[in-house]
Structure formats: C-alpha cells, structure tokens
C-alpha cells in the first residue's frame, strides 16, 4: 500500500459523499421554497428568513461543515492531481501540494467558524 | 552518436483534447476536468460569499449584488456542471473500482475492449444528467422570473 | 501500371537530428497496388522515391511491435494497415508521440522499456521454489483466463502515444507497464503483489489513468489496457481497505503428471470442440 491508493480511495468515498450531500444541498435550495422543504418563510428559499430558519438547526450548521471539508478535499485532489500531469519538477510539486493543502484548511476553517457563528447568531436572533 | 538532439514529440496539454479524433470517453474524461475544475471555483467563491451573512450580508437575494441575470445565467452553468460531473463520476466510481469493465476475455479479432462494456453505462447517466438539466434548468429559469 | 493502381498521398514526418532543427512534411505519391499496407507503401516510398526515409519494423505481420505509426492521427501497427482501408487519396504518416524521435518515424521506446522493467514483470517467488527442479506450480485454466489476455502485448507503444496522461505527464508509468504490472500481480505462480502495490499506488501510477479508455481503442493485439488498469485499481483499494482476501501463491505439485491429470479439471468452455471424437483414454 502506498500513499497515493489512500487519498485516492477517499477521494472516490468523498466523491459518493458529495453525490448525496449536494444533491440534497441543491433540492433545497433551487426547489425547496416552492415545496416549503426546510423553507418555511415564503417561496424563495435561500431568502433570509429562509438562511436564518436553516442557521438556527444544528443539524445545517454541521452539514455546511461537512460539504465544505468533503467538497474541497475531493475538488483540490483534483485539482492537484491536474497539475501535477504538467510533469512539475519535484520541488514545485511539492510547493504545489503544500499550497492546495494550505488554502483547503485555511477555507475549511474560515467556512466552519462563519458556519457556526450563523448558527450562533441565528439562535441568538430568535429567527428560529 | 549518442548526443544528437532528439526531439521531444509530447503532446501536451492539446494532448488531453486528443486533436479531435478520438473516442467518446476521451471527451467525458475532458469534460469531467473542465466541469470539475469550474465547480471547485465556484466552492471557493460560494463560501465566501455564504460566510459573509455572518456580518448580515446577503448578497444573492433580492436587490444584492449578485441578484443579477449574469449571475443566475452563471448559476446555471454551474448547476449543468454538477450534473454532468456527478452522474459521469456514478460511472467513473463503477468503471475505475472495476465492477463495469468486464473480465478478461480473449482477444480475438474484432476485438472487444472494455470499452463495449461501460458505453451502455455512459448513455444511461448522460441521459440522467440531461433529464436532471432539463427539469432542473425549467424550474430555475422559472424561479429566475 | 495496372488498371488498378491508384496514386495516394503519403504525407510522412521527416526530421534528420544532423540537419533539422524540427519536424517537417514531406509528401510522397506512391502507386498503391491491391492488398498494400501502409509499410508496403513505405517500402515503396524508399525503394522508388527516396532512400533517405528511415522506419522501424521487423516482421510485416503484427507480432514485432517495431511499426507503430500515427496513421492519419490514430496510433497503429503499419504493417496491420491496409492502404484501401483507410480510404481516401491522402494518408498521414507520423513517429508515435508521448516518445522522442529518434528520425524520421523512429520513436526512441526506451523510456517504456525502463517504466516496464520498473514494475517488475516477472514472476516473484521464494527463489527455492523457483530454481528447484521438483514438481511443478500448477495453475487452472480459469487461473490462467484473469489475466491471460493481457499476455498478449508486443509493447508496441501505441497505447502509450494515444494516452492523454501521458501527453503532459513524464513520470506516468502508462498503459502497457501497468498492464504488465497487473498481469503479474493476478497470476497465481507470483508473490510481488505488495511490492508492485507500492509502484503503482504511487506518484505516476495507476492513479494518473482517467479511463479516457484511448489505449483500449488503438490496441492493435485487443489487450485492453484499460481493463487492466481499472481491474488494478479495484485490487488496490480493495487491499488498502483490508477487504481483498489475501493472494495465497499456487501450490508446486510434487511427482511427475501431477499438474496436468488433476481430476474435476474441466477446460474453458471455448477450447472444447463441439463435435470431439470419443474419447479413447476412458
Ligand atoms: S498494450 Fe497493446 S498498444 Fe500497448 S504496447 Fe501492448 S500491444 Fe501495443
Ligand atoms: S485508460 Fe488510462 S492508461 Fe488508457 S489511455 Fe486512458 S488514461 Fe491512459
Ligand atoms: S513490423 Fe512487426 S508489428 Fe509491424
């Protein structure tokens, strides 16, 4: 076993993940107003009362974390595996890699404490 | 002898369009990228836009910023996008985890390549993701109105 | 000429490394008889237009591998292309890409030969077993049937030039190296599958093929590289996820006879003949 068979089998899991995760996502937010499916507040279901409604579960505040964590590690896995077919010399892969890596946990963290703060806010606003 | 300059016959990044003679996997495989590639763009930029309602910023909804016809015309592309890449990534995860290649047969001419044998599949999920486009881009241009 | 001769195109890649600093076209008019290939046409070319034309090839009947051409685009066996095939009054003739020219149409291959000796396509065994003349590994036919299409491979190259990876990627080991790889691995005589595992899960491995399935289309033996690379793949994740259940290497069968009269041996279905005499060893 090496390295590259471990993120890829978890980068094809993180791709089924991601199947359901924003199949669901879109559902939701592209028909759930008119359905009234987790948007309550009038037909336009990423309105703000809509946003705020969602906010206020803990169960969307985790599974905004969640698509974000699983979505940029399958899409920058991709991305990396892209640029690095560009026959890079081993530094710049290198460099490369920790970059990607980088920006992921720097917009998973920035995304997952905006995330949580709605949530916060959201309960705190009583919009729930 | 030895020292005389070869030269390099590499394809390039034309390579993976393939110069336009080749097999129908060979473009999912680059619309696969292309589609992959805008919706990781589009992640990064949706999260930054979505995590900025923590400061009460709402920049898609009416009279936002982004509450634009371009901006929903590009929503769209990125919806067409998704679907493309998840049903084509449903026939990827089955062909490349090897249940839809087939076994081994012998090789006899014309030869049949496990080629043959995922195509069906590939006509089933194309089909999918254009019924997904059209009852999703009727809804959506609706919803744009 | 004859009333059935007819004048086609050969448009053939020419680059002489002690002149050009770059390839370039030259076309040829060549008479094309019935039953001429696209390495007739080439001898053709040489003998009656211009000696200067430098190929590669050995056995004119598909068995060498030294002809791989880009023929009108598509990698392929030159002397497994009938001109009237192909159709038309102008035909491309071009080096494989994804290798370097050497001249004119001869691609330097060595870089696949070094990425094939790389995945160590041999038998890997306790050496004991190996050099000992006692008994022999046996091996069922369905045994052989997993990977013996994959057997077939005369490392032609065509696969390589017609692979997108390895249009960009140097270090990609490529269809025909993996397909060897994973020829070895399935069969049962072998012990390695470890150590290839760590070849190919790693950088420029099995990983760098996206089933753009190109290798599978040009193969002019029907080995399906693609097959085997998924099929690879498949064991990979099967093995880092512990859910393969782990290869035990065939047993040598001691004594004479013993590998061949195994009883309740049936053989594959399409080896029997339909109408067989009686048996007569009954
Ligand atoms: S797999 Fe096919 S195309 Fe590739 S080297 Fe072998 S015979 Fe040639
Ligand atoms: S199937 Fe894989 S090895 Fe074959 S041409 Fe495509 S990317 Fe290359
Ligand atoms: S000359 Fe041997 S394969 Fe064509």
Known sequence: MSNGTKFWTWHMAAGVALLFLLGLH???MHFGGSVHLFAPHGSEAVSVENSQWRDAHTFFAITY??????????????????????????????????????????LFGFGSWAAWAAHTIAIAGGKG | MADLHRHDNRLGVWGWLGGGRWGVERYAYILHRVTGLGILLYLLMHTVVT?????????????????????KFGEFLVVAAFAFHAFNGIRLVLVELGFAVGKPIEPVYPYKTSLGVQRPLLIVVMLLAFIFLAVGGYNFLGLAK | MA???????????????????????????VEVTDGMTVLDGLHWIKEHLDPTLVWRYSCRMGICGSCGMLINGSPTLACNTQISHLGGMDITVGPLPNFEIIRDLVPDLASMFDKHASVKPNIIRDEADLVSRQGEFYQSPEQLEEFLQ?????????????????????????????????????????EGFDIRAKIAGGDGGAFSCHYAGECSRVCPKGVDPAKAIQLLKRKLVLDYL?????????KKLEGPGHGKLLPNMNPPARTVVQDAPAETNK
Not at chain 1, 76 to 89: P, S
Not at chain 3, 158 to 185: E, H, S
Not at chain 3, 242 to 250: E, F, I, W
């Open chain 1, 26 to 28: 879109m559902l939701i």
């Open chain 2, 51 to 71: 995590s900025l309602r923590v400061r009460g910023i709402y920049l898609w909804t009416d009279g936002g910023f982004l509450h634009q016809p371009i901006f």
């Open chain 3, 3 to 29: 009333e059935s001769n007819k004048i086609v195109n050969f448009h053939v890649t020419r680059y002489n490394p002690e002149k050009d600093v770059k390839p370039y076209i030259q076309t040829y008019k």
């Open chain 3, 242 to 250: 512990h859910l393969a259940s782990k290869k035990q290497p065939c």
């Open chain 1, 65 to 106: 974390i969640l698509m974000l964590g699983v979505g940029l590690y399958h899409g920058l896995y991709g991305l990396r595996t892209i640029l690095l077919e560009l026959t890079l010399k081993p530094a710049v892969a290198k460099t490369v890699t920790a970059f990607l890596v980088l920006v992921g946990l720097g």
């Open chain 3, 150 to 190: 994959f057997t077939f491979c005369i490392k032609c190259g065509c696969c390589m030039a017609a692979c997108p990876t390895l249009a960009t990627d140097v270090r990609y080991l490529g269809p025909m190296p993996l397909t060897a790889l994973q020829r070895y691995n399935t069969d049962t005589r072998d």
